[in-house]
């Protein structure tokens, strides 16, 4: 990024001055610097992710996190090598964070649980979306728009849902399988909704209103079934109800891969 560089030259002059000693602030006024050694990962995490929170990316550069820390910028450079890493950091902290509080399998039929499952994700993914997205945004970054997020508590939640699939008597590649297609489902219409939130900034109601003048201009002769429909804009709704029935419509698929003596007795 741009200020990775400058940021850098700035931790070597204050690497050459020493960690110890008086810093001035902004406004002139001498500020005592921590001890060396003092610092630690989570710290510097903590203090970048309160200064994203504040400020938006703009906000966080070395300087400032030096500033935030009562540290040089050089203690910081120990632990990460620029921005860029700093960011995949907090992207991936608050991935763990949001998969720890995701609830782990329970003692009900394996449709039910997954359908819980799915739905908590997404309302994780909608608190923390924009954030997410932000820092995932970056270089090397994991866990994206296309690809499942990795780490201890998403790779344990996964494993955890993927025995409950394999003990209703799934063969592990469908298993997978459906794991993927629920995942992927849950995601991509997270991002829809936080897609229509930043361009409409009424979650969607704009495109239903285009969509209903769009098919009053359908000639009924060509096009019966969506001039019929009641409301055309349910057509284009990302509301719960619409969420649920497409889980449902998934796990009711992925009911058909398990062998007809386990199917019925798995059911709700």
């Known amino acids: 990024m741009n200020d990775t560089a400058g940021e850098g030259e700035v931790g070597k002059g204050e690497a050459a001055n020493g960690e110890a000693g008086n810093d001035k602030a902004g406004n002139g006024e001498a500020r005592k610097r921590r001890a060396r050694g003092s610092l ?57 964070e949001m998969y720890r509080r995701l609830p782990p399998p329970g003692a009900g039929p394996w449709q039910e649980e997954l359908a819980r499952y799915f739905t908590a994700l997404r309302h994780a993914y909608r608190t923390l979306a924009e954030r997410l997205e932000l820092l995932r945004a970056r270089p090397g970054a994991q866990g994206t728009a296309a690809t499942p997020e990795h780490g201890s508590a998403a790779d344990g939640r996964a494993e955890a849902y993927l025995l409950l699939l394999t003990g209703a008597g799934m063969p592990p590649a469908d298993a997978r399988r459906v794991y993927r297609a629920c995942w992927t489902y849950t995601r991509g219409y997270a991002l829809i909704e936080l897609g229509r939130t930043r361009q409409t900034g009424d979650g969607g109601r704009r495109d239903g209103d285009e ?3 769009a098919v009053a201009r359908l000639d009924p002769a060509g096009h019966p079934l969506l001039t019929g429909l009641p409301d055309v804009a349910r057509l284009m709704s990302t509301d719960d109800e619409h969420f ?22 798995s059911a709700p």
């Open 40 to 96: 630690s990962r989570a710290e510097i995490l903590r203090a970048a992710d309160s200064l994203l929170s504040e400020g938006g990316p703009r906000a966080l550069t070395m300087p400032a996190l030096a500033r935030e820390l009562g540290a040089g910028v050089a203690s910081i450079y120990w632990y990460f090598r620029n921005k860029e890493e700093l960011l995949i950091a907090l992207a991936d902290e608050a991935t763990e």
């Open 244 to 265: 649920a029935r497409g889980l449902r419509l998934l796990l009711d698929g992925a009911a058909k891969r398990l062998p007809v003596r386990r199917r019925h007795r």
């Open 211 to 213: 969509l209903r003048a």
